[in-house]
């Protein structure tokens, strides 16, 4: 089967077109063929670290590999069919069509790969295509985590999400809209359509004007990008306030650790987990029409390296996909 390989860190230029072996599924398996990814800051932080937060140094090279690549083929997310089953599969029949996050595994840079069942795996929505099903596991289950997890999200909080044109914070603004909240986006100019069309009450173009010294007070900030910081955000909490740090470095969560033991404004940092009840719920708001992946470029299997060029500048607004097939 055709992948994409990289042998060793670096620009996007490392990463190669090969033949490689096509896997067999275990038991407990399914081999899924692929018919797209996409480009996301995990693949890139494992590609040679472009997006890690500040603080955490080589943390990401003893999780990928110290030297080269524990993994050589990238990719977190993916929509495709299954072609096959382990004896022992249960939840999925051949043919399934499936999307679903292999997370710190990768491999979907690839015609094939397996997952077991009992993975982060579901069926496929039946009103998206399998691009839009492959733009929706990483950046939605960030924002959902984010939202309803750490912040707890009411109907009726004012939220202003700094970000809000990109892979996580299109899906933020959506969900906060679900969840009731009075939305204010933050981007630039070139995408203060794009975000007003995602339900944002509210859209700021950074570049023309300063949110912090507005005088409007949140209930949550959400910096979905890492761009903000909570010293320069206080005065725009209100007294209880939550800063979201969604690209959260080292800093922020040693101010998690002070704040939680304080009775104000607190910082909020994590990691999203990678759980298939979060996929079946986003599969549930997507087939209701409540909200809707954001697809920036597409590119074929061949193009990878300008995909990963492209996501590197930083500029992407919500995804960049790669078609397999």
Known sequence: MKAIVYEKYGPPEVLQLKEVEKPVPQDNEVLIRVYATSV???????????????????????????????RTILGMELAGEIEAIGKNV??????DQVFGITGASFGAYA???????????????????????AAIPFGATTALFF??????????????IHGASGCVGTYAVQLAKYYGAEVTGVCSTTNLALVKSLGADKVID????????SGEIYDLIFDTRGKTSFLSCRNSLKQKGLYLAGAGGLREFVQMAWTSMTGGQ??????????????????ELVEAGKIKPVID??????????????VDQGHKKGNVVITVE
């Open 206 to 213: 950074y570049t023309q004007e300063d949110f912090t010294i």
């Open 40 to 70: 996301t800051t995990g693949d890139c932080n494992a590609r040679d670290s472009v997006f890690v937060p500040p603080g955490f140094g080589l943390l990401p090279r003893l999780m990928f590999g110290l030297r080269k690549p524990k």
């Open 297 to 310: 470029r597409s590119y074929p299997l061949a193009q990878i390296v300008e995909a990963h060029r492209y």
């Open 90 to 95: 249960k939840l999925f029949r051949k043919g």
């Open 111 to 133: 015609e094939y790969v397996c997952i077991a069942e009992d993975g982060r795996l579901v069926i496929k929505p039946t009103n998206i295509t399998y691009e839009e099903a």
């Open 266 to 283: 607190k910082v909020l940092a994590g990691m999203a987990p990678d759980r298939t009840e979060n996929l079946i719920f986003l599969k």
């Open 147 to 160: 939202l309803r997890d750490l912040a707890h999200i009411r109907s009726g909080q004012k939220i202003l």
